[in-house]
């Protein structure tokens, strides 16, 4: 698999793990989310900064981004489109 999209394999398969938003680790990495969903799809390189930052807004560690899949993985599925995962709030009185 191409670097890039081993890179942005592994981002959107922890983010959705994770159950975070684009936005909220967009935010999280001090990036922005257009340049997020680029990286997920493998259309763009990045910097090992940014790899960095990802990767600690993630709480993983670097080398988790560029984990090769198991032969035949399916890609990681995005969150749903206007759906916010569900948080865990505590409840006001």
């Known amino acids: 698999m191409e670097a890039r999209k081993l890179v942005g394999w592994n981002v959107r398969k922890l983010r959705v793990e994770r159950g975070v938003t684009i936005e909220n680790l967009a935010g999280g990495a001090e990036i922005g989310a257009s340049y997020l969903a680029q990286l ?24 988790d981004l560029t984990v090769e899949p198991a032969p035949g993985a399916k890609p990681p599925r995005p969150l749903r489109a206007g759906r916010r995962p569900r948080s865990k709030r505590v409840a006001r009185r």
């Open 40 to 63: 997920e799809r493998g259309e763009v390189n990045v910097g090992v900064d940014i790899l960095g930052r990802l990767a600690q807004a993630l709480g993983a560690k670097l080398s």
